[in-house]
């Protein structure tokens, strides 16, 4: 089974309005993180935003907010107000927590538009 | 501040060659990352390391070794290249909750 999935393989999104990207993750692990990542046309790696598995509270950082749903063991990307330097791809990802270190796993990612 | 960094930035290698790819970070991390990233996909981890000495597989590990001696670098070797390995290599190091990465290394085998 696939550990983390991202079901959009593309996005379109106005300029300034707001845009989710999906994720769900698959672990049995009880402590976990959850992770964003903005890949421009650069190549680089972004980090945007974090979620622990014990956190209460949604992530925020600025104009990205996670919406954690644990039951359903979905991680969406919320970024509002898209600016056209928003278009990049976005990577859900995930770390499960071991005694003996962590394993990261990727998504296949999201390609996000950003339409003027 | 470099953050974290990876030479080279290119690299063209035959079949059979072996090379290291060498990953550098001044934050004083303990936990460091080898990825690499097929065209179109996500990141595949190949091996992490929790400190100085110790180093443990990911989810792609064949085909390559690594050393971690020193806080500070982690490189990866690459003994015997084969095309399958052709492929952008990501090095990354991990703060409290934030993955930093190196800019990465496209590497063609031909």
């Known amino acids: 089974a696939q550990k983390i999935t991202q079901t959009q393989p593309g996005m379109f999104v106005q300029e300034k309005e707001a845009v989710t990207l999906d994720c769900t993750y698959d672990t049995s692990d009880p402590s976990y993180g959850l992770f964003w990542y903005k890949q421009p046309s650069s190549g680089e790696m972004i980090f945007l935003i974090y979620?622990?598995?014990?956190?209460?509270q949604n992530a925020t950082e600025g104009r990205y907010s996670l919406n954690f749903q644990k039951a359903r063991k979905s991680a969406n990307l919320v970024i509002s107000a898209s600016q056209l330097g928003d278009s990049a791809m976005y990577f859900c990802?995930?770390?499960?927590?071991?005694?003996?270190?962590?394993?990261?796993?990727f998504g296949t990612g999201t390609s996000l538009t950003v339409i003027p | 501040n470099a953050g974290v960094t990876q030479t080279p930035k290119f690299r063209i290698l035959k079949i059979g060659q072996s090379m290291t790819l060498q990953c550098t970070q001044d934050?004083?991390?303990?936990?460091m990352y080898w990825y690499r990233q097929d065209p179109g996909m996500g990141l595949k981890l190949i091996y992490y390391?929790?400190?100085?000495?110790?180093?443990d597989k990911g989810e792609v590990p064949n085909g390559y070794n690594v050393s971690r001696s020193t806080t500070e670098d982690f490189p990866l070797r690459l003994e015997l290249a084969a095309p399958s390995q052709t492929s952008v290599y990501f090095c990354a190091s991990q703060g409290q909750e934030t993955q930093y990465f190196g800019p990465g290394t496209r590497l063609l085998v031909l």
């Open positions: 979620q622990g598995s014990y956190d209460q």
């Open positions: 990802a995930m770390r499960e927590d071991s005694n003996t270190g962590n394993q990261f796993y």
């Open positions: 934050m004083n991390h303990n936990y």
């Open positions: 390391s929790v400190g100085a000495g110790i180093t």
